[in-house]
């Protein structure tokens, strides 16, 4: 079978060929089942951007005679979706759905494609609609290869370059990233001696792994999410959580000791991270989170390639 993936690409994401780590993760492991690949990128913002894109799809499509398009995003299905001939599954990761402008394209992209996928349930909610489409939730999956606990919490950090004798706390994403609320994140940190918020950009899959394990905890504060893959992958090294309640973190992190959801108050999600500083105890999330192991996710995905490409 052979697929087109459409997506944007990241700047910033280390190691991953443009391409955010949990779609090129997915990818690869789909690759395994017999599944050739070729991406088109939506390089760069604006319009011009998605313009350039569709041009190179068109072109891809000549030259590589794909049974599928896989796009990523509203913005990429609802270009995938202005060719008719090769049937498309969407994506919706999140802010394709929250921001209500890019909602509208993704709307269209929701009626166009052949198979709708969403990250999470609340995300499927706001696209709620009369129309008998086909949609499924399916959050994308965590790499288990890459992501595990490190009992050496010294020599990871050690490794990170990070001093022994403070207490970090891993913020979700990039400071300057709006949507990621870091002024709260910031008040809270603030509140606490002897402690650094560590800002999660520009590292190797391998090294925020080593982050993970080496960081005290890892927090969230973000306005709007999907399904946060910044969770999940903390979840599988064991690494306390405080976040806000948003996207699907209430369900992923509630039964796991020493995590906790809170309102957006600094005061709160500082008595929390104190907390986890006193208690000084990893989790148990990696056994919680076993349902989204990147394989069997990919198994759900590959049963969904093959269900449209019979209808065509």
Same mark, same amino acid.
């Given at each position: 079978?052979?697929?087109?993936?459409?997506?944007?690409?990241?700047?910033?994401?280390?190691? !991953?060929?443009?391409?955010?780590?949990?779609?090129?993760?997915?990818?690869?492991? =789909?690759?395994?089942?017999?599944?050739?690949?070729?991406?088109?990128?939506?390089?760069?913002?604006?319009?011009?951007?998605?313009?350039?894109?569709?041009?190179?799809? *068109?072109?891809?499509?000549?030259?590589?005679?794909?049974?599928?398009?896989?796009?990523?995003?509203?913005?990429?299905?609802?270009?995938?979706? =202005?060719?008719?001939?090769?049937?498309?599954?969407?994506?919706?990761?999140?802010?394709?759905?929250?921001?209500?402008?890019?909602?509208?394209?993704?709307?269209?992209?929701?009626?166009?494609?052949?198979?709708? +996928?969403?990250?999470?349930?609340?995300?499927?909610?706001? @696209?709620? !609609?009369?129309?008998?489409?086909?949609?499924?939730?399916?959050?994308?999956?965590?790499?288990?290869?890459?992501?595990?606990?490190?009992?050496?919490?010294?020599?990871?950090?050690?490794?990170?370059?990070?001093?022994?004798?403070?207490?970090?706390?891993?913020?979700?994403?990039?400071?300057?990233?709006?949507?990621?609320?870091?002024?709260?994140?910031?008040?809270?940190?603030?509140?606490?001696?002897?402690?650094?918020?560590?800002?999660?950009?520009? *590292?190797? %899959? #391998? #090294?925020?792994?080593?982050?993970?394990?080496?960081?005290?905890?890892?927090? @969230?504060?973000?306005? !709007?999410?999907? !399904?946060?893959?910044?969770?999940?992958?903390? @979840?599988?090294?064991?690494?306390?959580?405080?976040?806000?309640?948003?996207?699907?973190?209430?369900?992923?992190?509630?039964?796991?000791?020493?995590?906790?959801?809170?309102?957006?108050?600094?005061?709160?999600?500082? #008595?929390?991270?104190?907390? +986890?500083?006193?208690?000084?105890?990893?989790?148990?999330? %990696?056994?919680?989170?076993?349902?989204?192991?990147?394989?069997?996710?990919?198994?759900?995905?590959?049963?969904?390639?093959?269900?449209?490409?019979?209808?065509?």
């Amino acid at each position: 079978m052979r697929i087109i993936v459409v997506c944007s690409y990241r700047s910033f994401s280390a190691h !991953s060929d443009y391409v955010s780590p949990f779609i090129w993760e997915q990818v690869n492991e =789909l690759s395994k089942h017999g599944c050739e690949f070729r991406y088109v990128l939506a390089k760069g913002g604006g319009v011009g951007a998605y313009i350039r894109c569709l041009l190179e799809l *068109y072109q891809t499509i000549t030259d590589f005679k794909p049974n599928l398009i896989h796009a990523h995003g509203g913005l990429c299905g609802f270009i995938s979706n =202005l060719q008719i001939k090769i049937p498309v599954v969407t994506t919706y990761h999140g802010s394709d759905i929250n921001k209500f402008r890019i909602r509208l394209v993704s709307k269209v992209a929701f009626y166009c494609s052949a198979f709708n +996928i969403f990250v999470s349930h609340a995300l499927l909610a706001k @696209m709620q !609609s009369n129309s008998k489409l086909n949609n499924e939730v399916i959050p994308c999956g965590v790499n288990f290869e890459k992501f595990f606990p490190i009992d050496d919490k010294q020599s990871c950090r050690i490794k990170m370059g990070l001093e022994l004798n403070k207490q970090y706390v891993l913020f979700s994403k990039m400071f300057y990233d709006p949507i990621k609320n870091y002024p709260l994140a910031k008040s809270a940190i603030e509140l606490l001696p002897n402690t650094e918020l560590v800002e999660f950009i520009g *590292y190797s %899959r #391998e #090294e925020a792994c080593l982050l993970m394990n080496a960081c005290d905890a890892a927090v @969230m504060t973000s306005l !709007s999410e999907g !399904s946060p893959q910044f969770i999940k992958e903390a @979840m599988a090294c064991n690494c306390p959580i405080v976040s806000v309640d948003v996207g699907d973190v209430r369900n992923v992190i509630e039964t796991t000791q020493n995590c906790f959801i809170t309102p957006y108050d600094e005061v709160v999600i500082s #008595e929390r991270l104190n907390e +986890i500083f006193i208690s000084n105890h990893r989790t148990n999330g %990696r056994e919680k989170i076993s349902h989204f192991d990147n394989k069997d996710i990919c198994q759900q995905i590959l049963d969904i390639y093959k269900s449209v490409t019979k209808k065509v």
